[in-house]
């Protein structure tokens, strides 16, 4: 545990401080997927496209895109940090190798969403992982607000079919 920390504080320190890249190099990844994430603070989606579209009792939500047009389409005028991920992304139907899967959950106000691992559960199918950071233990909650994860996949044996993405022991799954 303390290499790790060793390693995560240079890492820290040699990247300055560039989070997004620190997290995407901790994730345990197969070789021949391509990962780039980003952790916004919030729900850069619009009604009918996040989390808080959903029946009160669920709580982890995931959605993909596979367009620019659409990724755009769902995103909030004003959620700035998510737009420019979206428009740096090479989408898949636009000519491009990338998708972007967004995770959300509803949740503590301290918890932070961080990709935790990736793995295939079949030819076309993959687990994403996200691990909630920010709050010791299993806190009360008694006002959950959304937290997103937006994840650039490129995969060198094709775009993925089905992802299944679990956050905190629950899971949401998305076909692509």
């Known amino acids: 545990m303390n290499r790790r920390a060793v390693v995560v504080g240079a890492l820290s320190l040699a990247t300055g401080g560039c989070t997004d890249r620190l997290h995407d190099l901790a994730a345990s990844t197969p070789r021949d997927i391509g990962v780039r994430s980003r952790y916004v603070d919030g ?5 009918g ?6 029946p009160e009792e669920l709580l982890t939500h995931a ?5 620019r047009s659409a990724a755009v389409g769902a995103v ?9 991920f979206v428009r740096e992304t090479s989408f898949v139907d636009d000519g491009g190798a990338a ?7 509803l949740t503590h106000p301290e918890f932070e969403l961080r990709l935790g691992s990736i793995s295939r559960t079949g030819d076309h ?4 992982a996200v691990d909630e950071a920010g709050v010791r233990g299993d806190p ?17 044996r094709g775009t993925p079919e089905r992802i299944v993405v679990s956050v905190g022991g629950d899971r949401a799954g998305v076909t692509v």
């Open 76 to 84: 909030r005028p004003t959620a700035t940090a998510t737009l420019e």
């Open 99 to 105: 998708i972007v899967v967004a995770a959300q959950r």
């Open 63 to 67: 959605a993909s895109f596979r367009s």
């Open 140 to 156: 009360e909650i008694d006002d959950p607000v959304v937290k997103t994860l937006l994840l650039r996949l490129t995969d060198d």
């Open 43 to 47: 729900n850069p989606f619009v009604d």
């Open 49 to 54: 496209k996040s989390v808080r579209s959903l």
């Open 125 to 128: 199918s993959l687990r994403i």
